[in-house]
T-cell receptor, first 114, second 111 residues
Framework: KNQVEQSPQSLIILEGKNCTLQ??????????LRWYKQDTGRGPVSLTI?????NTKSNGRYTATLDADTKQSSLHITASQLSDSASYIC?????????????FGKGTRLSVIA | NAGVTQTPKFQVLKTGQSMTLQCAQD?????MSWYRQDPGMGLRLIHY???????DQGEVPNGYNVSRSTTEDFPLRLLSAAPSQTSVYFC??????????FGNGTRLTVT
C-alpha cells in the first residue's frame, strides 16, 4: 500500500534556530515528491518539488533533500522565523502519467516561538 | 488572478440537509479536485476531474456528488449531511505535472 509517513508530528523551536522535518515513503512507482506549507486557516502552498534524479533543492531558507534509495526526504529550515509556524505536508506522486495519484502525509506542525 | 476561490468559508448544517460547496478557478487548469482534511488524518481525496464533463471518485466519495460542466467550476454537493462530514474541505486545481493550487477551504459543521 502506498504510504507517506512524516515525523515528528509536531515541533516547537525558538526563533532563529534551524530544524529538520522528515518524510519516509513507500510509493511505487515514484514520480516526484513535493513539500507544501499550510498556514492556519489557509490552503497548502507548494514549497519545492524533488524528482528521482535530484538530491537537494533550495528555496530561500528551505532546503529539501531526497534519498531515492532509502525513500526518505527531509525539509531543513534555516534561521527560523515566526512566519514559518505552519504545517508542512509531504506529498508523493505515484506513476508516470500527467494526472497520477497523490499520496499525502499527515503533516508536521511547526511552531516557532520568540 | 484570483486562483482558486471557494465559497462559503464557513457553513453549519443540520443532519439530513443538503448543500453545495462552490469552487472556481481562473487559471485554465484541466485538473480539479476536492479534499477533506480532518485532525490526524491528513488530506483525503473525495472526487476529481481531469476536464469538463469528466469526473471520478477518490478515496472517500460516499455521500458526495460532483459535476464539471465548465473548466472553471467544480461544485461539491452533499446529498444528506451527516455529522461524520464535519470537516474542512479544500478544492485544488493544477496543470499536468504541476503543483496543486488550493483554495482556502470551507469549514463545515454538521449538527
Amino acid at each position: 500500500k502506498n504510504q507517506v509517513e512524516q515525523s515528528p508530528q509536531s515541533l516547537i523551536i525558538l526563533e532563529g534556530k534551524n530544524c529538520t522535518l522528515q518524510c519516509n515513503y513507500t510509493v511505487s512507482p515514484f514520480s516526484n515528491l513535493r513539500w507544501y506549507k499550510q498556514d492556519t486557516g489557509r490552503g497548502p502552498v507548494s514549497l519545492t518539488i524533488m524528482t528521482f534524479s535530484e538530491n537537494t533543492k533550495s528555496n530561500g531558507r528551505y532546503t529539501a533533500t531526497l534519498d531515492a534509495d532509502t525513500k526518505q526526504s527531509s525539509l531543513h529550515i534555516t534561521a527560523s522565523q515566526l512566519s514559518d509556524s505552519a504545517s508542512y505536508i509531504c506529498v508523493v506522486s505515484a506513476g508516470n502519467s500527467g494526472n497520477t495519484p497523490l499520496v499525502f502525509g499527515k503533516g508536521t506542525r511547526l511552531s516557532v516561538i520568540a | 488572478n484570483a486562483g482558486v476561490t471557494q465559497t462559503p468559508k464557513f457553513q453549519v448544517l443540520k443532519t439530513g440537509q443538503s448543500m453545495t460547496l462552490q469552487c472556481a478557478q481562473d487559471m485554465n487548469h484541466e485538473y480539479m479536485s476536492w479534499y477533506r482534511q480532518d485532525p490526524g488524518m491528513g488530506l483525503r481525496l473525495i472526487h476529481y476531474s481531469v476536464g469538463a464533463g469528466i469526473t471520478d471518485q477518490g478515496e472517500v466519495p460516499n455521500g458526495y456528488n460532483v459535476s464539471r460542466s465548465t473548466t472553471e467550476d467544480f461544485p461539491l454537493r452533499l446529498l444528506s449531511a451527516a455529522p461524520s462530514q464535519t470537516s474542512v474541505y479544500f478544492c485544488a486545481s493544477r496543470l499536468k505535472r504541476s503543483p496543486l493550487h488550493f483554495g482556502n477551504g470551507t469549514r463545515l459543521t454538521v449538527t
